[in-house]
């Protein structure tokens, strides 16, 4: 019974910490603009039965509300139908309001060919970020295209961030 209660006590706490930490976030900015692939800096593909297992790691650049230049490790997977899904991480040394610092951030897409075109849409989670950006948060959508001479994917984003203390 002493364990119980203090366990509901520990998540309480937990709780109330999280509620104070939301109130003294900033309010919510709208977010958005265009991130480009520049450069594919690592690459393997193999199959895993019929799916084609891609992993790579590329840079480039986005603008808009979040500006300045980004590296991801994503992992797309091509389904024999044409469908393919990829889930990845990155980082952007980028610029918010004229605040600069490095902002971390996983992603996650689904997409399908279009009239030949890969196309995508999915989510962006700002996990994290240093320097003048410390606190920063927030969720974009996303939806983009892949070159399929270049491997290389063009992406607009809008949604939401704001900062914590």
Not at 75 to 95: D, I, Y
Request: aromatic content about 4%; charged content about 10%.
């Amino acid at each position: 019974m002493k364990r119980i209660g203090t366990v509901a006590l520990v998540s309480a706490i937990a709780l109330l910490i999280g509620l104070v930490g939301v109130a003294m976030a900033s309010p919510p900015t709208t977010a958005s603009g265009t991130a480009n692939q520049t450069g594919i800096t690592d690459l393997e593909v193999r199959m895993a039965g019929p799916n084609v297992i891609i992993e790579q790691t590329t840079v480039g650049v986005v603008s808009g509300t979040l500006s300045g230049t980004f590296e991801d490790t994503f992992t797309v997977v091509l389904h024999p139908n044409g469908r393919f899904t990829a889930h990845g991480s990155g980082s952007c040394e980028c610029t918010v309001n004229g605040v600069t610092g490095v902002i971390q951030y996983v992603t996650s897409d689904t997409g399908e060919e279009v009239n030949g075109v890969p196309t995508f849409e999915g989510r962006q989670v700002i996990t994290g970020a240093t320097g003048g950006l410390s606190g920063l948060r927030g969720v974009v959508q996303i939806e983009g295209t892949v070159d399929l001479g270049t491997g290389l994917a063009n992406t607009t984003y809008s949604g939401a961030i704001h900062t914590h203390p």
